[in-house]
């Protein structure tokens, strides 16, 4: 330990996870307040920024490990003024979620994968649980932080031994290994082809 009045050598607050580390986290949802029923944004958890955005506000903490309690904060996009990239790109990242918490197999299309990457709104999103892929952006003063933009789905060989669990096969011959995350344990999804349902995370 350096001398009581020479800070030199004292850790940085600021020091980042090293990108691409894999970490279970959990998404923490900080309500922005914002609803529009049209689109199925409801329950008060998305945030409008100021130049028309619409987002959700996640807050991720690593759950286990060498970086268990830190906190990484990212938002998810769900609408731009600008075009359809950042919702796209949120789109992608809730389904990446969605494969990894409930042992999902990205390419499985059975008729119970698909039920399992449907929410019924976004309180089905806060508080879960998943193997995500660290990444390091920049803030809105240039400076780097820690950002998350994928998750780890089954496929990945490192899954299994991070998240705790052995990964659900809905397709073949499989058995169903951790019946804590089948699909009927979730709430249940709206049929896709309603009328006027709103389905950006379906």
């Known amino acids: 330990m350096g001398s009581w009045n020479d800070f030199n050598d004292a850790q940085s607050n600021t020091n980042l996870i ?113 193997v995500a892929r660290i990444d390091v952006g920049t803030d809105a003063s240039g400076e780097d932080k820690n950002e998350i933009r994928s998750a780890v789905t089954p496929d990945h060989r490192d899954y299994a031994q991070i998240m705790g669990t052995a990964p659900l096969q809905f397709s073949g011959n499989a058995t169903q290994q951790n019946a804590a995350a089948t699909p009927s344990s979730n709430p249940p999804a709206a049929s896709p082809g309603a009328p006027g349902r709103p389905s950006w995370a379906q």
């Open 18 to 130: 090293p990108k691409g580390t894999l970490a279970k986290v959990r998404l923490t949802i900080r309500p922005g307040g914002f609803d529009d029923a049209a689109q199925g944004w409801t329950g008060g958890y998305a945030t409008r920024g100021s130049t028309g955005a619409v987002y959700l506000n996640g807050e991720f903490t690593v759950t286990e490990g060498q970086y268990a309690r830190r906190k990484i904060f990212t938002l998810i996009g769900l609408h731009s003024p600008k075009g359809a990239d950042w919702a796209n790109m949120g789109r992608s990242l809730v389904r990446g979620m969605l494969n990894s918490a409930r042992g999902i197999f990205d390419k499985d299309m059975s008729p119970e994968a698909q039920a399992a990457r449907c929410i019924g709104g976004f309180a089905d999103l806060d508080g879960i649980e998943f």
